[in-house]
């Protein structure tokens, strides 16, 4: 038989250590393995449940901006109606309102006159 020598010894434990490195790296690498598999699975269902949310996301956004463009068009309208009805209260006062009051004065005049017969003079004294 051939002496064991102290190298032998050595390189020998090297050898295990190396064989127990390269077993724990494949473990940690199978480990690693699986869940990527398990990643790529769940990323995989989320994309399949997201889609259907985006598509409705984006037909919800379209109809919303669908109203807006309503509602823009509502409040232009509602604006137009707004200055036209000042302007006709502007023409309003503008021909009728000064001959009204003059109507009015007029027919108050008149009234006061047929009731009291003319305006009366304060009495001194």
């Known amino acids: 038989m051939d002496s064991v020598s102290l190298g032998d010894i050595a ?3 090297a050898a295990l250590a190396f064989a127990f490195l390269v077993f724990r ?3 940690v690498i199978g480990k690693a ?3 990527l598999d398990e990643t790529r699975l769940s990323l995989r269902s989320t994309t399949e449940n997201v889609q259907p949310t985006l598509r409705g996301l984006t037909e919800t956004v379209t109809l919303t901006n669908e109203q807006l463009s309503k509602v823009d068009g509502i409040t232009t309208n509602v604006s137009a109606m707004a200055t036209n009805a000042n302007a006709l209260t502007a023409l309003f ?3 009728l ?3 009204v009051v003059k ?3 007029f027919t108050y005049g008149v009234r006061s006159a047929l009731k009291g017969g003319g305006p009366r003079r304060r009495r001194k004294g």
Request: aromatic share 0%; hydrophobic share 50%; glycine share 22%.
């Open 25 to 27: 790296l494949g473990s």
């Open 11 to 13: 390189g020998l434990i």
């Open 33 to 35: 393995g699986k869940i």
């Open 93 to 95: 006062a503008a021909t």
């Open 97 to 99: 309102g000064s001959p």
């Open 103 to 105: 109507v009015a004065a």
